[in-house]
Structure formats: C-alpha cells, structure tokens
C-alpha cells in the first residue's frame, strides 16, 4: 500500500479562499516534500520539511508536519485560479535508501 | 524553469516497437530518476542512478531499462512495446544529499497501440 495518502483526493474552491490538503504516511522519515503537478506537466517542488521541524513557510504556503501522528498538512492561502492543480506529499525514508515516495495527491480546483 | 528536458512529449506507436525515451539535465546533478504515472494517479518510481554508470531498480516492477553512460542523460528503453505500457514517463533529478528536491521534465506520454 502506497507510504502516502492524501485527503480530500479533490477539492473545489473559490478564489480567495484558502485551501487545505493532509498526507499521511507509515514509516519513520527524514523529510517530507510537497510538489505541484499542472495538467500535462511535470512536478514543481514548492516546500520541504525535516522531520525535526514543525512547521514551515513560503510565500502564501503553510506546512506542517506532526511526526508523532505520521501526517503533514499543505495550507495555501488566499487561493487563486492559477494554483488550480494536483498536489502531491512524498515522503524521504529514515532507512535512506535516496528515493521519495509519493503520495496519492489531491486535485485542487479554484474557481473564480 | 528546471533544466531537465525530455523527448518526445507525445508518442503514440504500434505494438512491439523498440522505444527509446529520451532525458537530459544541464544542472550536473549525479542522482536520476524514472516515474511511471498513470492519469491521476500517484508516481511509481521504476528506475534511478547514482551517477555515471550506476542504475538500479525503483519499486515498480517494469520491462524497461536504463543507462547512464554520461552524467546528464539518461535514456530509458522499452524492447518491445505493448499496450500495457501505455502511461506517462517522468524524469527527474536530483543533487546529493537527503535534504534536496527532485527537479523534474515535463513528462512523454507514450501510447502503445
């Protein structure tokens, strides 16, 4: 079964309103990352987060991590149309190893 | 913006073809990566490298294979093409160090007739 899971698997909004998305995942970690897939594109990195960190900022991004529960949460705010896109968590493994693994993603949709 | 590219975007072509997608970073970085994604779902890693002539297997089982004979290309293979193995292929890479994203092509999308 997949390290991470994400929720909701969508989400619609309206612009201004800020948006929400939770991973979960099972094993112990080095870091957690969070990247943005526009349709028919690639992934962009937007955020990474050490285990031994709670809580993190970019520009109108809010991560946090709570590694006792194995759950992190993306927070964007002030949403507009153009951050309409999937959003994945994807996980570094405490046992190394040197690869992520993804989540399941959430398809955000802001709507004008 | 990321300085890793990938040929071709598109491809569609018959069964039993031999396929070569094509990837390339001008970044110097050692690690690499291929992903396997289905339409909205999440990315299996199927194969990585840790630099020139160095290449393992990811977590998904896959007929493809890969090379790396030069540090900033890294070609993935399929022998003999089916309809199975119609997906989205993504490369991407990375520097050293746990602590560091992947940078990733905007993706082939292969489809096998």
């Known amino acids: 079964s997949q390290q991470g899971e994400e929720d909701p698997q969508a989400l619609s909004i309206q612009e201004g309103e800020n948006a929400t998305m939770n991973c979960s995942y099972k094993?112990?970690?080095?870091?957690l990352q969070w990247y943005r897939q526009n349709s028919g594109r690639g992934l962009v990195h937007l955020i990474l987060i050490r285990s031994n960190e709670r809580e993190k900022h970019s520009g109108r991004l809010r991560v946090t991590l709570d590694t006792s529960k194995k759950s992190s949460s993306l927070l964007i705010t002030a949403s507009r149309a153009a951050d309409t896109a999937s959003y994945f968590c994807?996980?570094?493994?405490?046992?190394?190893?040197?690869?992520?693994?993804f989540g399941t993603g959430t398809q955000l949709k802001v709507e004008l | 913006e990321a300085d890793i590219y990938q040929t071709p975007r598109y491809l569609v072509i018959g069964t039993g073809k031999k396929i070569t997608l094509e990837c390339s970073q001008t970044m110097g970085h050692d690690k690499m990566y291929w992903y396997q994604q289905d339409p909205g779902m999440e990315l299996h890693l199927i194969h990585y490298?840790?630099?020139?002539?160095?290449?393992e297997k990811g977590d998904l089982s896959s007929e493809s294979t890969v090379s790396r004979i030069r540090t900033e290309h890294f070609p993935l293979t399929l022998e003999s093409a089916r309809p199975s193995h119609t997906s989205q292929y993504l490369c991407?890479?990375?520097?050293?160090?746990?602590?560091?994203?992947?940078?990733f092509g905007d993706g082939t999308r292969l489809s096998i007739l």
């Open positions: 991407a890479s990375s520097t050293t160090g746990s602590n560091q994203p992947q940078h």
């Open positions: 994807a996980t570094f493994g405490a046992g190394g190893g040197n690869k992520l693994t």
């Open positions: 094993t112990s970690i080095n870091n």
């Open positions: 490298s840790y630099g020139v002539n160095s290449t």
